[in-house]
């Protein structure tokens, strides 16, 4: 699965939050433990991210690491609060979805 393999929105209003998440068995991908672990963790991911709107959170940094200003991805990956869905996500996954898989 890509990195846009699932997007978290939430409404103007605030009072509605929309976890959008790529089917991994539409886009062909074989039905094996590895396919299913990508789909938990990037659900979990996006749902770091619902939890983060829900309480105001706004990620970490981690110390002594700097993004490099000449490559373009950094700055979504050193971002605080994809650092922090990144971390949660592979806890989560490992912790609640690895009997599911």
């Not at 990508?38 to 829900?54: D, G, P, Y």
Request: glycine fraction near 4%.
């Amino acid at each position: 699965m890509s990195p846009q393999a699932g997007a978290t929105f939430w409404a103007e209003d605030q009072r509605k939050i929309h976890i959008q998440l790529r089917d991994p068995y539409l886009n062909e991908w074989e039905d094996n433990p590895y396919t299913k672990g990508v789909f938990m963790a990037t659900l979990c991911h996006e749902i770091v991210h619902a939890c983060q709107h829900l309480t105001g959170r706004n990620g970490f940094k981690v110390p002594h690491m700097e993004e490099d200003p000449e490559c373009s991805r950094d700055e979504y990956y050193f971002d605080p609060m994809e650092v922090e869905a990144r971390v949660l996500a592979d806890y989560y996954s490992e912790k609640y979805t690895s009997d599911l898989i």
